[in-house]
């Protein structure tokens, strides 16, 4: 705001001049008009201000004995403040405030002056409709940055379920790949099974139409012949024996890829915590095995994955956001491989907290680069191949349990990332992003 809002607070008062008497002034601060103010005008033939004479001032006069005798008979300029506070109906609100609140003084007993551009008086200005001017600034100015705010909050939480959906995405992708390996090879089997097994179904038959001319009265012995020669036929291309081992390995290679998809599923189910609630008291390598499986397929061609998981005590924590935690620093761990590496993954405790190590021996980031890692929208991928947020939720998810995530990194040689969960948590946890 402007000097509109200065002159909405200028009061126009008839200056005094220097001549006036000061017995003159005090009557007329008596007046209906003068009593909203602490002091009145004096300005020059020029039309610049002289001073102020302060009704305080007055009071401190007329109280005295015989004070009206003395003093009322002698001119204003006797009495007045000639260095009163002087603001320019050009000056903004904020620039006014700062200026007459760096020069007033307490209790307040004057009133400021204000000149226009030429420095000729217009009026007076009053310090307590100024600071109302300027609390009411101050009121839109917080309406406006609460509108903002909220706004703010609705697009930071779009865009944090829109990497939510991306690493979902992602998962999908890799769960569903995992998925095709044993599926493959399970179909395949049963494609296998299908091709031997036919053999034994004509085996079967052959030898049913044999007993059935065997028990017949009237079965002459051509007809048990060829029966027979049947039956010997169908016995040597089924060869039961052979086909013994080959059924029990296609059974043994089924079952184990059933087991994996079942080990997947469960994998996910525990990965999601989806049955689950919001907080409880998990075993965190728990939460290392099952992002380990549902990261598997991002990562087995670029690195070895070695864990050295250690006794941890049970901790209250919301699994399905330590598991997203866990699945960002380990994608970003095989991204960071130029070549086939290695991701070290450990877990210790100690009394005062939990401890999880995810370190890799890739490209490693350089320091610049490590201060802004937890920033908001920063990466260094090119575009369309990150939002620059996985760090910045995972940040925020670690602080929201009360812990800690520290990075150390050297170019060339990997990087380490430290997660602590306190022990002595709140029993609440707060809702992360």
């Known amino acids: 705001m402007s000097s509109s809002a200065l002159v909405r607070l200028l009061k126009s008062l008839d200056p005094l001049s220097p001549e006036v008497s000061i017995g003159d002034v005090a009557d007329r601060l008596l007046t209906a008009e003068h009593k909203a103010f602490l002091s009145l005008p004096v300005v020059g033939s020029d039309g610049r201000p002289l001073g102020l004479v302060s009704r305080s001032r007055l009071q401190d006069i007329f109280m005295q004995r015989f004070g009206r005798d003395l003093w009322g008979r002698r001119p204003v300029a006797d009495v007045m403040n000639p260095e009163p506070l002087i603001v320019s109906l050009e000056t903004g609100l904020e620039e006014a405030a700062r200026q007459i609140t760096g020069k007033l003084q307490y209790p307040i007993t004057e009133d400021f002056v204000l000149v226009d551009r030429d420095g000729r008086y217009r009026g007076l200005g009053t310090v307590l409709d100024l600071l109302k001017a300027m609390e009411d600034r101050i009121a839109q100015r917080n309406r406006v940055l609460r509108k903002a705010l909220v706004e703010l909050k609705e697009s ?223 990466t260094t991928k090119p575009v369309g191949k990150g939002t620059g947020l996985g760090l910045s939720i995972s940040f925020k998810i670690i602080q929201d349990h009360g812990g800690s995530i520290r990075v150390a990194s050297e170019v060339g040689r990997g990087t380490r990332f430290l997660i602590s969960l306190p022990l002595g948590q709140a029993t609440t946890l707060q809702r992360s992003a």
């Open 156 to 378: 930071q939480t779009q865009l944090v379920q829109s990497e939510k959906m991306a690493s979902l995405g992602q998962m999908v992708a890799g769960v569903a790949h995992e998925l095709n390996t044993p599926l493959g090879y399970v179909k395949n089997n049963v494609q296998l099974l299908r091709e031997l097994t036919g053999p034994l179904f004509e085996l079967a038959e052959a030898q049913s139409r044999l007993a059935e001319y065997l028990s017949a009265p009237d079965a002459d012995e051509e007809r048990l012949a060829t029966a027979l020669e049947n039956a010997a036929r169908a016995r040597e291309r089924a060869s039961p024996e052979s086909l013994a081992d080959d059924l029990g390995q296609l059974f043994d290679d089924t079952l184990y890829g059933l087991g994996q998809i079942g080990e997947l599923v469960v994998g996910l189910k525990d990965f999601a915590r989806l049955d689950r609630a919001m907080s409880e008291e998990v075993d965190l390598n728990d939460c290392i095995r099952s992002t380990l499986v549902i990261a598997r397929n991002g990562i087995k061609d670029k690195a070895e994955v070695v864990t050295q998981l250690g006794d941890l005590p049970r901790i209250a924590c919301a699994p399905s956001q330590i598991n997203q935690v866990l699945l960002n620093l380990l994608n970003n761990a095989a991204q960071a491989m130029e070549g086939f590496g290695r991701i070290q993954v450990r877990s210790w405790a100690d009394r005062q907290a939990l401890y999880v190590s995810v370190q890799d021996n890739g490209c490693g980031i350089p320091p610049e680069v490590q201060k802004r890692i937890f920033d908001p929208f920063f």
